[in-house]
């Protein structure tokens, strides 16, 4: 699909859906073009999709799908440098990349991402607080700007608009290529550990802990428990091996056909799975060798993972805490997704090392508590409540996995809005970048 036609898209958490137009460049000298044709329409870029709400749709308007635009540039084995086209994802760079010797340092923990998603919002991992955020170990970035022009920009050249960009959500460009510096791997598997901690006290403690030793970090929490076992869990925690061999099997690839009704039964069963999880785990935990890629990406191998919350999709929670205010702000948001069981099998904390470098990054120094929330009735205002939550304790929320956050929350969240607003009226005066997030957090003002 290089020239416009009009199609649905929609995001993970399969609450939303767009009418569009949409284009699917095979070139990337296809875009400046595209960005530029129908001059009174808004574009919003698309990547893997992988975005829980709607930053990757403008109903009603233009998209302009990256995942054509998936070849690895150039890739310096000596140095240790790659330059890809956008819309290449981690999956296609892992295969490219891992049995040289050389593995990115921050991905999502979806192997569909693409790289321009990545860079867009900044992502972070599960080694946040020893590697921060993919912004990094960018080193620049090719952006196509509102007028057509495409630009270089990185933390020496065109410094605003790179630090505009990174975490800026596709609104100041559409990022092309993209220059990451990978890190050296001794091997392409991972000595993992997993042990479960009875409260959330232990379990926080725990992480707080291994933040200064293990190369990968965090915790997976069962919501679903209430009382003295509230916030109980498993860590996870995982350093890269000296050598391959004895790695399990690789998980079998399953699919999950059609989504089933969620109904009353749905909350029930992930509170069974969940407490199975725990309580299966012996209470000196255990040791395991795993290859990299299933490690990085526990959960692709179930294609379609996101069917699994029903047919009305879901919404997700992302917040980060400051070191002052994690403990008592994580403790406030589980006892309120406890008290609702309205979590699900999914919910982990994680440390952060510090500030992301973008003006609208999301990582600070902490902690996240992430939760999806499957959606029911009540979701929304369980969400507002949350929100309320993550204010009073001076946290902030994650806008790519969130699709309920309020403008004025995400206002007070990011002190950085009006140097970003501003950038905005520089690079993209018209509003030419658009997205149903931008309008419904009133980015631009
Ligand atoms: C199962 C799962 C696990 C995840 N785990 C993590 C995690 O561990 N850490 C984390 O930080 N995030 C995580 N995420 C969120 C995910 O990393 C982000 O939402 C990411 O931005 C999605 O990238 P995408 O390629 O799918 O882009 P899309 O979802 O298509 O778009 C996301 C945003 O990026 C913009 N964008 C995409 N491509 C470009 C481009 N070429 N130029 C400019 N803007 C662009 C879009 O306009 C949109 O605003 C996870 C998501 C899922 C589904």
């Not at 699919?255 to 209470?283: C, D, H």
Request: aromatic share 8%.
């Amino acid at each position: 699909m290089s020239v416009w036609a009009e199609t649905t898209l929609g995001t993970w958490g399969r609450v939303h859906r767009s009418r569009l137009r949409a284009a699917r460049p095979l070139e990337s000298n296809a875009v400046p073009d595209l960005v530029r044709a129908e001059n009174d329409l808004g574009v919003v870029i698309h990547g893997g999709g992988r975005c829980y709400g709607d930053a990757s749709l403008d109903t009603g308007g233009r998209a302009i799908l990256t995942r054509s635009l998936n070849r690895i540039v150039d890739f310096d084995r000596a140095a240790g440098e790659v330059v890809c086209e956008a819309g290449v994802t981690f999956e296609e760079l892992s295969s490219a990349i891992f049995s040289h010797g050389w593995c990115y340092p921050v991905s999502s923990a979806t192997a569909a991402v693409t790289l321009g998603g990545a860079f867009a919002n900044d992502i972070h991992s599960k080694n946040h607080h020893l590697l921060g955020a993919f912004g990094d170990h960018t080193k620049w970035v090719d952006l196509v700007l509102a007028g057509g022009e495409v630009v270089r920009a990185s933390p020496a050249e065109n410094t605003d608009l790179y630090f505009a960009s990174l975490g800026g959500m596709g609104l100041t460009g559409a990022v092309l290529r993209v220059c990451i510096r990978l890190m050296p791997i001794p091997s392409n598997s991972v000595d993992a550990r997993y042990v479960p901690y009875p409260d959330l006290d232990a379990m926080l403690d725990a992480i707080n802990g291994g933040r200064e030793i293990e190369e990968f970090l965090f915790g997976w929490i069962d919501v679903f428990a209430r009382g003295s076992a509230l916030g109980r869990g498993i860590l996870e925690s995982g350093r890269l091996a000296a050598a391959d061999g004895g790695c399990v099997p690789p998980p079998k690839p399953r699919s999950i056909p059609f989504a089933p009704p969620a109904g009353p039964f749905l909350a029930p069963a992930m509170r069974q799975v969940a407490r199975r999880r725990y309580e299966k785990l012996p209470s000196r935990g255990v040791g395991v060798r795993k290859d990299l890629f299933s490690f990085l990406f526990p959960l692709d191998h179930i294609k379609g993972f996101n069917k699994l919350y029903g047919r009305s999709g879901f919404y997700s929670i992302h917040a980060g805490f400051p070191p002052a205010a994690e403990r008592a702000g994580i403790r406030a948001m589980v006892e309120e997704i406890a008290a609702a069981q309205a979590g699900s099998t999914t919910a982990v904390v994680k440390p952060m090392r510090g500030p992301g470098r973008g003006l609208m990054s999301f990582p600070i120094e902490g902690m996240v508590l992430a939760a999806d929330l499957p959606r029911r009735r009540d979701t929304p205002r369980l969400h507002d409540r949350l929100e309320a939550l993550v204010l009073d304790h001076g946290g902030r929320l994650y806008v790519a996995k969130d699709a309920l956050m309020s403008p004025d929350g995400f206002a007070r969240m990011f002190p950085n809005l009006s140097a970003f607003r501003a950038a905005l009226e520089r690079f993209d005066p018209n509003g030419r970048f658009q997205s149903d997030l931008a309008r419904r957090l009133k980015i631009r003002g």
